[in-house]
T-cell receptor, first 110, second 114 residues
Framework: DAKTTQPTSMDCAEGRAANLPCNHS???????VYWYRQIHSQGPQYIIHGLKNNETNEMASLIITEDRKSSTLILPHATLRDTAVYYCIVRVDEWDKLSFGAGTTVTVRA | EPEVTQTPSHQVTQMGQEVILRCVPISNHLYFYWYRQILGQKVEFLVSFYNNEISEKSEIFDDQFSVERPDGSNFTLKIRSTKLEDSAMYFCASSEKGYTGELFFGEGSRLTVL
């Protein structure tokens, strides 16, 4: 039973912003939204997480809607090295494991 | 930047053989995890480990699997009698603050069972 829904794939032009949507309509008040990515077959890499406020770090921005039923990960200036599978994950609390879905395969094209 | 290291990067074994995959988590981390990814499939949780005991394990983590922290630095996953379906990439991860914290993953150990 998937807690999140993401598009299967998307393309993005190098140098442009990549906006990755995620639906989590059944999210509860204490659940966090996490984003990880996996480049080729490497280990997953943490990107960002948030509860209800928008968050920004050196890699990306996370925009969470006011009702928290969806979010968008923004890669501000996509590069070819950002080509990866991006996972949106909802975690209940500190005792909840990371459960990976199929994610969105993002291809950045020159 | 500190990182999680895993050895071997690739291991080929015969069905029925025992395999030990090794991980060196980040030094000040207290929470350790094993995940696996069968080729073309999702990353699956196997087990979490804290304070020298298993915190949680999935249905995949049956009696054929075990984990150990034999010393202050290593974290191992043992598969007692490998099956063909154990062929996968195995990822070790560690975190400082349990599940609320960022999990740092290693580059993985590819296990091929013939």
């Amino acid at each position: 039973d998937a807690k999140t829904t993401q598009p299967t794939s998307m393309d993005c032009a190098e140098g442009r912003a990549a906006n990755l949507p995620c639906n989590h309509s059944t999210i509860s008040g204490n659940e966090y939204v996490y984003w990880y990515r996996q480049i080729h077959s490497q280990g997953p890499q943490y990107i960002i997480h948030g509860l209800k406020n928008n968050e920004t770090n050196e890699m990306a921005s996370l925009i969470i809607t006011e009702d928290r039923k969806s979010s968008t990960l923004i890669l501000p200036h996509a590069t070819l090295r950002d080509t990866a599978v991006y996972y949106c994950i909802v975690r209940v609390d500190e005792w909840d494991k990371l459960s990976f879905g199929a994610g969105t395969t993002v291809t950045v094209r020159a | 930047e500190p990182e999680v290291t895993q050895t071997p990067s690739h291991q080929v074994t015969q069905m029925g053989q025992e395999v030990i995959l090794r991980c060196v988590p980040i030094s000040n981390h207290l929470y350790f995890y094993w995940y696996r990814q069968i080729l073309g499939q999702k990353v699956e949780f196997l087990v979490s480990f804290y304070n020298n005991e298993i915190s949680e394990k999935s249905e995949i983590f049956d009696d054929q699997f075990s984990v150990e922290r034999p010393d202050g630095s290593n974290f191992t996953l043992k598969i007692r009698s490998t099956k063909l379906e154990d062929s996968a990439m195995y990822f070790c991860a560690s975190s400082e603050k349990g599940y609320t914290g960022e999990l740092f993953f290693g580059e993985g150990s590819r296990l091929t069972v013939l």
